[in-house]
């Protein structure tokens, strides 16, 4: 079983209170899915779980809210992202008590993106695009998955593998089983994607740094 530890996230710079509401609310969506992924099966219910992939139409911004809400009252009570301590400083730390395996595995995708920031854009630019000529960005998938080409299947597991290695994202296989649906798992993913590029674009910024492994102030500790 997976446990609560300190993990602290290190701020510079001069923050907005905008900013203090979307870096810890989109940090919370990116380690909940993460969570969905990483957690033993004693600590998650596969059929919620199931549910929270296949349940949603994903034609527009609500699926995703309603997503990523579902998948956040799936972790369990301990590991829910609590705030320890905040010091806004030149430098200053926004410590959290989370369970730190979930965290960095975030953390490494965040600095796959900030290293190949253009590269990645410009794939999601692409597969955007991709959707949009083949109109399937606004539809309902339940109903448009019945209707699918050949063509069209074969594009969405290309895209699904292309920006799963972008970002280095190692579940493609799990994530696949659990919407049992190219189309929304191609949607899930660029969803993700987009809240790593948030947080991606506050460390390119320098306002913020999520570590890999604990950082020298966790071990001073």
């Known amino acids: 079983m997976a446990e609560n530890d300190a993990y602290t996230i290190l701020i510079d710079g001069t923050w907005s209170l905008k900013d203090f509401y979307q870096l810890p609310h989109v940090f919370a969506q990116v380690y909940a899915f993460n969570c969905a992924f990483l957690l033993d099966e004693q600590a998650r219910d596969p059929e919620r779980l199931a549910s929270a992939f296949s349940s949603y139409p994903w034609q527009g911004g609500y699926s995703a809210v309603n997503f990523y809400t579902s998948l956040s009252s799936q972790i369990p009570l301990n590991l829910r992202p609590k705030v320890k301590a905040i010091q806004y400083a030149s430098p200053g730390y926004m410590e959290l008590g ?109 306002k913020a740094q999520f570590p890999e492994e604990a950082s020298q102030r966790e071990l001073d500790n």
């Open 98 to 206: 989370l369970w730190v395996a979930a965290a960095t595995a975030a953390a490494a995708i965040i600095k796959q993106v900030v290293e190949s920031a253009s590269l990645v854009h410009k794939l999601y630019s692409d597969i955007y695009k991709g959707l949009q000529e083949r109109k399937l960005v606004g539809i309902e998938i339940k109903r448009k998955t019945l209707a699918l080409q050949e063509e069209e299947i074969t594009f969405l597991i290309n895209s699904s593998i292309r920006l799963s290695e972008a970002l280095g994202f190692k579940e493609l296989g799990r994530l696949n089983e659990l919407t049992s649906n190219p189309l929304a798992t191609m949607k899930i993913l660029l969803s993700y994607y987009r809240r790593i590029r948030t947080l991606a674009e506050y460390e390119q910024k320098g």
